[in-house]
């Protein structure tokens, strides 16, 4: 892993204004206040003219939330950043701020089933979409229409872990007019930095690592000033899912840590990665680590989260079952990017059709691994594992 120092020192940085005597808290403090008042109404118009730079409404902005904004923006060498109730939030905004009726939305790489499943609900505003499941340049290329406005990708995926080459990619939606869009949460802002390749926005849930603790729901979107300002004003503001004072106070507070827990996060995941790697149960291992692309991982990467799949040699849904029932230390649930390690598959014993369509083995199982240390989590596993053979 190969943490920017900036990027730490952005993380760890305190956020409290100072008093007049000079003492600044530690702590960002937490506004928690649904309005602003003026001492002149010209003062309010003022600043009802511009409600995103302004603390008018906390629908629109407010300090705290702010805080969390000017950090985010600064770690992902964007203009503007604009915190949203959840990850989800932050996605629609973009496709409600961003797109009209004929245009046409390209997915690349597995993205995030909920992300396609509100690109269906856009249907019915005449907006349409396809889904490449190639991350070959070519194939992206071959995928676009002459309406398509916005392509929108995962990189790493948060299944099988591919990679785009992002450069490539900008390049070719640049010359064609298109923005691009990528959801970043599997690298967080520490191990990718997508618009320093061209990307145009990044979205962000800092429901897994940046908050960390898995006790809060929130959501970012990072881009130009232009670009953050039209989707604040075509979305933000209207739909109304903003985040609380309290979360961007529990998301400043994660993104302390966030540089040392990534650290642990990778050291582990890559040892776990390569136990299983080396187990006779599994048929092959899916992390960015072990990329047929290895070049393209190098460019885009500074390190590796600790999300990754693994593909058991016996895919049926019983062995699947029983495996995740016999661990201890991984925890089922959805979700990841917290303390505690996590377990999940795709495989739900009744989607084969689903599996076939998006490319994903039946036998295939995802981990989180959290802060427990590998060695619990290995012998977790062994003993898991006995239950596949
Ligand atoms: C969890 C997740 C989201 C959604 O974030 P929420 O905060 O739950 O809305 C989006 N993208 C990816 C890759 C995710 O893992």
Request: proline share 5%; hydrophobic share 45%; net charge negative.
């Amino acid at each position: 892993m190969q943490l920017d120092p900036a990027d730490i020192a952005t993380c760890v940085a305190d956020d409290g204004p100072a008093y007049a005597d000079g003492a600044a808290p530690a702590s960002t403090p937490i506004v928690a206040t649904s309005l602003f008042s003026f001492p002149t109404f010209d003062a309010l118009i003022a600043a009802m003219r511009d409600e995103r730079t302004h603390h008018v409404y906390t629908r629109g902005q407010n300090p705290t939330v702010e805080a969390a904004e000017r950090k985010l923006a600064a770690l992902e060498h964007g203009d503007a950043c604009k915190c949203f109730a959840s990850g989800m939030a932050a996605i629609s905004a973009v496709f409600v701020g961003l797109l009209r009726a004929g245009d046409h939305v390209l997915f690349v790489n597995q993205v995030y089933g909920p992300t396609l499943q509100l690109a269906k609900h856009l249907h019915r505003f005449g907006i349409e979409h396809d889904v490449e499941l190639d991350v070959g340049i070519e194939a992206i290329a071959r995928a676009l229409r002459p309406n398509t406005r916005l392509i929108w990708l995962e990189s790493p995926g948060t299944m099988l872990f591919r990679t785009v080459d992002l450069a490539a990619l900008a390049e070719l939606a640049r010359v064609r007019g298109i923005v691009t869009g990528i959801d970043n949460t599997w690298a967080t802002p520490l191990l990718q930095k997508p618009i320093d390749f061209g990307i145009d926005l990044v979205a962000h849930t800092g429901t897994k690592y940046i908050g960390g603790h898995s006790d809060i729901v929130a959501g970012a979107l990072i881009g130009s000033s232009e670009r953050i300002d039209e989707i604040f004003r075509r979305a933000f503001m209207l739909l109304g899912g903003i985040l609380g004072p309290f979360e961007a106070w529990l998301l400043l507070r994660g993104l302390r840590t966030l540089p040392v827990r990534l650290a642990q996060h990778e050291r582990d995941g890559v040892r776990v990665a390569e136990y299983l790697r080396g187990h006779p149960a599994v048929r092959r291992v899916y992390h960015p680590a072990f990329d047929d692309q290895p070049e393209a991982v190098r460019r885009q990467l500074r390190g590796y989260s600790g999300v990754f799949s693994a593909e058991l040699k016996r895919g049926d849904f019983d062995t699947v079952r029983r495996v995740i029932d016999a661990l201890h230390h991984f925890r089922i649930a959805v979700s990841w990017g917290g303390v505690e390690s996590l377990v999940i598959s795709p495989n739900r014993g009744d989607n084969r059709a689903w599996l076939q369509r998006q490319n994903l083995p039946t036998g295939l199982i995802r981990f989180s691994v959290g802060l427990e240390g590998a060695d619990s989590l290995i012998s977790d596993l062994e003993q898991a594992l006995d239950t596949a053979r």
